[in-house]
């Protein structure tokens, strides 16, 4: 059987990884990170945080402008990081740059009460995306409202049948500490889960739902978003799956070291080198996707070694 969360023992985490794995991870240095790349996972790397965000901006102009009528296509995005999101709206701004036949998908929401979180809640997904991207964008250069795709409860299903309407190019994305992609967290150790966790082919099964956030999750959200008030940061969220991003040709996926830790963003990393899928580690599952970048602003790789404060 393997080892309880040290976490929270009533779910899966990479805390219950096999100790070689873990070790393995933290011991990469830089250099070794650079070498993971691999036929269908490649490594990126930045060293200044302009052009980290520059560079993670222009996926966004780069899939908005292969866009068509005849060939609708666009961007999956999240949020965090967001500090792409009001240079994608300058670039368009100040080059004039016709986004009009672009798609966006809204990676998640939170859920409370039966309902997606209102946009005028200032954690709201949908606000943030809004005010600090598409209502920054000349209302004459900017997709119509039809073309952004946000999750609502009532409208997965349409949600996820959007992505057969119009080719989603890049799913892009960061990473949580509890080793997510939007918010696929890990599942609860309960039920036919009990002793092992879902197999990388059950939960890629999985598409947009309404999931129950680790603890992890919600006490980082708080962190980052929150001012750590832990109680305002709900336990449920709205969520792309698996399914749908497998229907992406990219995941591309931006490590600025402010989200997760230097451990989590080596450990992700080696396990879709090697092939490593297990859906206690979420975010490993996309060893089994065609095409995944992982892009580093290096300074804040950082070390795994012990350092007293």
């Not at 368009?92 to 672009?102: F, H, K, Q, S, W």
């Amino acid at each position: 059987m393997r080892k309880l969360s040290k976490v929270a023992p009533g779910w899966w985490d990479y805390t219950t990884l096999d100790d070689a794995i873990i070790r393995d991870a933290a011991r990469l240095e830089v250099v070794d990170i650079e070498q993971l790349s691999r036929p269908g996972f490649s490594v990126r790397m930045y060293d200044s945080l302009e052009e980290f965000y520059l560079a993670e901006a222009l996926e966004y102009l780069d899939a908005w402008r292969r866009s068509t009528a005849d060939a609708p296509c666009g961007i999956c995005g999240p949020i965090g990081p967001t500090e792409q999101l009001p240079l994608v709206a300058r670039i368009i701004n100040e080059l004039g740059i016709d986004v009009r036949e672009g798609h966006f998908w809204g990676m998640d929401e939170w859920y409370e009460s039966g309902k997606e979180m209102a946009p005028d809640n200032p954690l709201s997904f949908k606000k943030a995306d809004m005010d600090l991207c598409f209502s920054r964008i000349r209302k004459e250069l900017r997709m119509p409202d039809s073309h952004l795709h946000f999750l609502t409860a009532s409208g997965i299903e349409e949600y996820s049948r959007s992505y057969d309407k119009a080719k989603c190019l890049v799913m892009q994305g960061g990473q949580g500490e509890v080793k997510h992609w939007a918010f696929n967290d890990p599942a609860k150790r309960e039920g036919r889960w009990a002793d092992a966790p879902p197999s990388p082919a059950e939960y890629r099964g999985l598409g947009a739902r309404v999931v129950d956030l680790h603890p992890m999750t919600i006490i980082q959200n708080a962190r980052t978003s929150g001012g750590g008030i832990v109680s305002n940061v709900p336990a449920q969220a709205l969520s792309v799956g698996p399914r749908e991003t497998w229907k992406t040709d990219t995941v591309s996926i931006w490590h600025g070291g402010m989200h997760d830790n230097p451990f989590g963003i080596r450990l992700t990393a080696f396990m879709i080198s090697k092939g490593l899928a297990d859906s206690a580690v979420p975010m490993s599952l996309l060893a089994e996707h065609h095409d995944v970048r992982f892009s580093y602003f290096r300074p804040g790789i950082k070390s795994c070694s012990v350092d007293m404060h």
